[in-house]
């Protein structure tokens, strides 16, 4: 089964700033997802992308979607220190069952 | 708050021995997965019930077990635990398979020593 790859693994910044993340997927996907997790606890969903969409925005949440690229980014504006969680993002593979994969996880640490 | 409950938050459990895990859905969402989720990993899916039937199930042995009820609940039951179960589980829940979006429970956090 494939699995997304986040980049990096772990960010850095400070209260204001703005926050990217990228994920690299393998194969052709029905849709991509990104999670936030706080402190080891449960998963909330941010954003969907569906493969034919190109970018999305929620809030201060915009997320890419490059499927020539097999990659998809999230930037996160503005960002306030209760920004400060995991950030994951979940794939679901083409012709699937709709059970998201995924990746590892990028770290982001807002500092007031 | 998702409406998903986990419990119990934390165990501790002995090598070897037997553990259940509970997981209370959203009402009216048929579909729950469980993950299992180690220290600086993503979740990795262990197996998805629809209505009470397992519908898929990840890389893991058969140790790992499950059911899903009518009432919306389910349990993730784990045999003969070994170290390497030490982790965080989550179950989510979505309204049928088709649905993408999961809604996570807060996760139990298990230690096998």
């Known amino acids: 089964s494939q699995q997304g790859e986040e980049d990096p693994q772990a960010l850095s910044i400070q209260e204001g700033e703005n926050a990217t993340m990228n994920c690299s997927y393998k194969?052709?996907?029905?849709?991509l997802q990104w999670y936030r997790q706080n402190s080891g606890r449960g998963l909330v969903h941010l954003i969907l992308?569906?493969?034919?969409?190109r970018e999305k925005h929620s809030g201060r949440l915009r997320v890419t979607l490059d499927t020539s690229k097999k990659s998809s980014s999230l930037l996160i504006t503005a960002s306030r220190a209760a920004d400060t969680a995991s950030y994951f993002c979940a794939t679901d593979e083409k012709g699937g069952s709709y059970i998201p994969t995924f990746g590892r996880g990028t770290s982001l640490i807002v500092h007031p | 708050e998702t409406g998903v409950t986990q419990s119990p938050t934390h165990l501790i459990k002995t090598r070897g021995q037997q553990v259940t895990l509970r997981c209370s859905s959203q009402s009216g969402h048929n579909t729950v997965s469980w993950y299992q989720q180690a220290l600086g990993q993503g979740p990795q899916f262990i197996f998805q019930?629809?209505?009470?039937?397992?519908?898929g199930r990840g890389n893991f042995p058969p140790r790992f077990s499950g059911l899903q009820f009518p009432n919306y609940s389910s349990e993730l039951n784990v045999n003969a635990l070994e170290l390497d179960d030490s982790a965080l589980y989550l179950c989510?829940?979505?309204?049928?398979?088709?649905?993408?979006?999961?809604?996570f429970g807060p996760g139990t956090r298990l230690l096998v020593l």
């Open positions: 194969t052709s996907i029905n849709n």
């Open positions: 989510a829940s979505n309204v049928g398979l088709a649905e993408e979006t999961q809604y």
């Open positions: 992308i569906r493969s034919n969409e």
């Open positions: 019930y629809y209505r009470e039937e397992e519908n």
